[in-house]
């Protein structure tokens, strides 16, 4: 696990050799933040997910046409960084830029917190990931079918073409590389965490 770039916290929290192993100079400022974030979640949430190799970070802080859904591998110390689409009830404007968090049903917009991923299922976009969230502010991750999907207005060419991503109806959305690589890193109880976190 990585702290905020303190090498010190990293080898409290791993064993000794992955703690080793754990390359802290090699990431960026704002990957350390992502990775603090990582395992402050991860302690908070202790009991309630299951898998703690992984956690997913999502920083609605960023816009879409930047990578905003991080991977952080926790025993090798890294962070891998995918586009990722938010939805439609949080960006009204269609500019980008994620404005609210909702978790009211119907809202289409999304939900801020703790998320566990449960099991997969085959639905309209193939196989997507369900969520069960685990804070006040995304409690109804269920009902709302709130999950992980593929999707294609979560591609690379959107912003080529527009700028931007395309929207959800309040998923969390990737290209269908990403989404493959993103399912095998967090399925089956592991974490996922959308906030605004931000680069400065």
């Known amino acids: 696990m990585l702290a905020g770039g303190a090498a010190a916290s990293a080898s409290l929290l791993l064993p000794a050799r992955a703690a ?19 395992i402050r979640q991860q302690s908070r949430m202790v009991g309630q997910i299951w898998q703690k190799d992984n956690v997913g970070i999502a920083d609605f ?13 926790m025993q090798a110390g890294t962070v891998r960084s995918f ?25 289409e917009a999304t939900s801020r917190g703790a998320f566990r991923t ?12 369900r969520l069960a969230g685990l804070d006040p502010d995304n409690s109804t991750a ?14 690379a060419d959107m912003i080529e ?3 931007k991503l395309g929207r959800s109806s309040g998923c969390f959305a990737l ?6 690589d993103t399912l095998m890193s967090l399925y089956g109880g592991r974490l996922l965490f959308a906030d605004r976190i931000g680069e400065g």
């Open 118 to 129: 449960d099991d997969w299922y085959t639905g309209k976009y193939g196989v997507s990931l």
């Open 61 to 73: 802080a960023l816009p879409s046409w930047k990578p905003r859904m991080h991977l952080v591998d």
């Open 175 to 180: 290209g269908r590389q990403d989404y493959a």
């Open 142 to 155: 269920l009902e709302r079918l709130i999950v992980i999907h593929p999707a294609w207005y979560a591609e």
């Open 20 to 38: 080793r192993a754990a390359t802290v100079t090699s990431l960026t400022p704002y990957e350390r933040r992502v990775a603090d974030v990582a």
């Open 83 to 107: 586009l990722l689409a938010h939805g439609k009830g949080s960006d009204f404007e269609h500019d980008g830029w994620l404005k609210r968090f909702s978790d009211e049903p119907g809202s």
């Open 161 to 163: 073409k527009w700028g």
